[in-house]
């Protein structure tokens, strides 16, 4: 069969970083602030000591943790969003929804905002968990095409299993900001759930939009790349990105190379850097980090499933064997595939940094915090 487009290579560029202040120890929102940089000030862990705490959970953590009031909070497709005490590693309280939480939080205010599967885009406390209010959306989707990555059968819309996250939501001057599976884009008053505005778009956006300069920039299913005004929801620009009709395979766009790391299996998860290092999660279940003076590797951590189920599905060479889950070229063997190799404890969640430590969660069920 034939594998998803998914980057095999690390490509770095060079931004011009928002970071967070170091008077205050947060990461509130996905990739730490609302232009989504993953640039932290923060050490960060230059070399590691080891687990400082792990917290489990009853499914996958694909949600990336936001970190405020001495506190991490994350979802897991357990349906529940869950807060933990950033010291000691225990639960705080936690909140059921009625469907996986794969949306990152975002906290602002006293309160934390994400969404589930069940439809539903949620403000809660964040002290307490108890619910502020909640927006019920027209409903969660994923992505579905014909003959999704060369399945069987060819003629049949199928739902994409790569398809793991949802929005996860900005907060910004009083709004908060996300997409949804109905093919929208939302603004709505942080304090009351109102809708201030919202912006259709051509398919599923599950992208989290970034905020930068008074604009709001998302990508959505349907191809586009789009610049709203973030006041307004009117259209400033949309980019047309790649396109692939046959099998609905992700096309890359490209860009000038500073440097490249090969790594033997794919990354969904966003980098996020602090110091020196670069830190990237894998597939294969390890946090890899990049020195970038040197533009050399420094060390990696391994969640405690990819410890014990790795070999089972990695070839000699160490890259990924894809033959070992995926047996035949049909639809459902796709998805049974796609959940045997998620037992390698692969790492969907992306890095929060708060002083010496990083959090993040794995489908091990884990919610690691390593310094």
């Not at 202040?21 to 080891?50: I, Q």
């Not at 936690?94 to 949306?103: C, G, I, M, P, Y």
């Not at 009351?192 to 259709?200: H, R």
Request: glycine share 10%.
């Amino acid at each position: 069969m034939k594998t998803p487009a998914l980057f095999c290579a690390l490509f770095l560029c060079f931004v011009a970083p928002t970071v967070i202040s170091a008077k205050d120890p947060t990461a509130a929102m996905f990739r730490g602030n609302p232009s989504h940089t993953g640039v932290y000030d923060a050490p960060g862990v230059p070399k590691l000591t080891g687990v400082k705490w792990r917290f489990h959970t009853n499914g996958y953590i694909i949600s990336s943790p936001a970190v405020a009031n001495g506190t991490a909070y994350v979802g897991s497709t357990d349906g529940n969003l869950y807060a933990v005490d950033l010291k000691s590693g225990t639960q705080k309280w936690k909140f059921k929804t009625e469907a996986r939480v794969v949306s990152s939080p975002a906290v602002d205010n006293g309160a934390v905002y994400f969404g589930s599967y069940d439809g539903y885009f949620y403000a809660v406390d964040a002290a307490s968990g108890q619910v502020k209010w909640k927006f019920a959306t027209p409903g969660e989707r994923r992505f579905a095409a014909k003959h999704l990555h060369g399945m069987l059968p060819e003629g049949e819309t199928m739902p994409d299993p790569f398809d793991c996250y949802s929005s996860s939501p900005v907060v910004s001057s009083g709004n908060v900001y996300f997409g949804s599976g109905d093919g929208n884009i939302y603004a709505l008053d942080a304090a009351t759930g109102k809708v201030n505005w919202k912006f259709q778009t051509g398919d599923v956006v599950h992208a989290s939009p970034a905020i930068a300069d008074g604009t709001l920039f998302v990508g959505s299913w349907d191809s586009y790349f789009y610049a709203l005004d973030v006041a307004t929801g009117k259209e400033k620009w949309k980019f047309k990105t790649g396109e692939d009709h046959e099998i609905y395979n992700q096309v890359g766009k490209s860009g000038a190379e500073i440097f490249s790391l090969k790594l033997t299996w794919p990354m969904f998860g966003s980098p996020a850097i602090a110091g020196d290092l670069l830190y990237q999660p894998s597939e294969d279940g390890k946090l890899h980090t990049v020195d970038l003076k040197t533009q050399k590797p420094s060390w990696e951590f391994q969640t405690e499933a990819s410890q014990q189920n790795l070999a089972a599905f990695s070839a000699p060479d160490g890259k990924p064997n894809y033959v070992a889950a995926f047996t035949e070229n049909f639809y459902e063997n796709m998805v049974i595939g796609v959940n045997k190799m998620y037992s390698v404890g692969m790492i969907l969640s992306s890095p929060a940094i708060v002083e010496d430590a990083i959090y993040f969660g794995a489908m091990d069920g884990n919610l690691y915090a390593i310094h």
